[in-house]
């Protein structure tokens, strides 16, 4: 796998992540919606980076988009470049997550995910999600349900 370099997201990563939010989802995020998110003290936007090959160095591979509310940290958008996928990059970002947050004990995770994304499903239980509840007809492209997955706090 490749090295990567985990930091936080800026306004100057803009262009990369509407890339890679485009080529991930039918329905992607305006560049509104990041900047917001990206602007919000409360919020964690996390990138993982190329760090080891000359070419593709300081390159954007994935990026994870986090929300602080009073009772949780909401996963709100994860996303790696299809050319990348499969490599734990997902994983990294939120394992980083997690370990940011780990003096926030009141605070625990959700998220929402199509309840056909399997692959991602998948990967969230091995996080230590769990399915909670649905929401009917959640996704605008198709009005496909989602399936709302929680974590508890993770305990130092």
Known sequence: MTTL???????????????IERRSYR????????????????????????????DDAGTLRGYLIVSRYVD??????VAVDPDHR????ATLLLERLFELTADDARRGYTLEVRVTNTVAIALYERLGFQARGIRR????????DALIMWKDPVAR
Do not use: Q
Request: glycine fraction near 12%.
């Open 72 to 77: 949780a940290w909401h996963v709100m958008n």
């Open 137 to 144: 007809g959640y996704y605008t492209d198709n009005r496909e």
């Open 86 to 89: 499969g490599h734990g990059i």
């Open 27 to 54: 329905t992607p995020w305006s560049r509104s919606m990041f900047a917001g998110e990206l602007a919000k003290p409360s919020s964690i936007c996390l990138g993982a980076f190329g760090a080891d090959e000359e």
């Open 5 to 19: 370099e985990l930091r936080r997201l800026g306004l100057s990563d803009l262009v990369a992540i509407e890339e």
